[in-house]
């Protein structure tokens, strides 16, 4: 008879659950983290934070591992119960953060809205409100946000490419002096030497990245993670494949984006279609 497991508090949570079937497994089975990455095929690194329960890792490598261990199913259904897990968009967005203030090179695409490292107070303010937040709790939260800008300044900023989509800059904020102040913002952080930001324009159609905002992380190390978001969750990207099929899109949209002269003259144009302030 199979050795009955041990249900722990910490196996009751989604992700917890799911490290300590992938450290089960292997230890029932027998190979070593370097020896298992030789048969499956990914990074020995990968499996250890995996089985640490600092990442999921992605669908590919967990189906893998289903093959392997011969436990077909089990193991991608733990990972979408995690995956699923509220508290996993928390973690994981704490863990994205640390490598975001670790990362010597940093590219972006947004669907919809600004990226942190780009918005102004007024900008966050308002569409922090929007999520809920107010009173103090709001405060605070403009504040954490805001202070990323400091990743930018400075000689020893890291090189970073904003790509934006044209309704980005369409979306405007509900105060037009908020907005002009964030528009004016722009301009001033596009004429930085370390900062590049181009326009998506609406008219070259669907792409790669239609829905999904992403951040790209390059490490000291020479490794590149990837954060995603939309409307609803976000998800740290670690694998290398899926990581590279993000970075293909994202080239793939930045060979029709303008080049960052025309997008400067775009910035400027949003500017002057908004309606002159009143002087009374």
């Known amino acids: 008879m199979p050795q009955r497991l041990v249900i722990t508090g910490r196996s009751q949570e989604p992700r917890g659950r799911f490290a300590e079937e992938l450290r089960r497994l292997r230890s029932e ?28 890792g992605g669908p590919e490598v967990v189906q893998a591992l289903d093959q392997y261990y011969g436990t077909p199913g089990l193991l991608v259904t733990l990972w979408e119960l995690a995956v699923a897990d509220p508290t996993q968009f ?37 569409l922090l409100a929007l999520g809920g937040a107010k009173g ?4 605070q939260q403009v504040e ?33 002096s908020e907005w002009r102040v964030q528009l004016e913002s722009l301009l001033e952080a596009s004429e930085r030497p370390h900062v590049t930001i181009q326009v998506l324009p609406q008219h070259v159609g669907l792409h790669g990245l239609v829905s999904t905002a992403v951040m790209f992380l390059r490490m000291p190390g020479g490794r590149t993670v990837a954060y995603t978001e939309n409307a609803h969750r976000g998800e740290l990207v670690e694998e290398n494949a899926s990581v590279e099929r993000l970075h293909r899109a994202y080239d793939a949209m930045r060979d029709v984006a303008l080049i960052p002269a025309e997008s400067r003259k775009f910035i400027m144009r949003m500017l002057e279609e908004m309606p002159c302030e009143s002087s009374t």
């Open 29 to 56: 089975r027998g190979p070593s983290l370097r020896d298992l990455a030789k048969e499956v095929g990914w990074d020995a690194s990968l499996f250890s934070k995996m089985e640490s329960g600092r990442t999921l």
């Open 90 to 126: 928390k973690e994981q967005y704490r863990r994205y953060m640390l490598l975001e203030s670790e990362a010597v090179s940093l590219w972006h695409y947004g669907v919809s809205i600004l990226p942190g490292l780009l918005q102004t107070d007024g900008y966050a303010r308002e």
């Open 136 to 139: 103090e709790e709001l405060d």
């Open 144 to 176: 954490a946000r805001t202070s990323r800008r400091e990743l930018l300044e400075g000689v020893d900023a890291p090189p970073f490419r904003a790509l934006l989509g044209e309704a980005v800059l369409r979306t405007p904020l509900r105060d037009p």
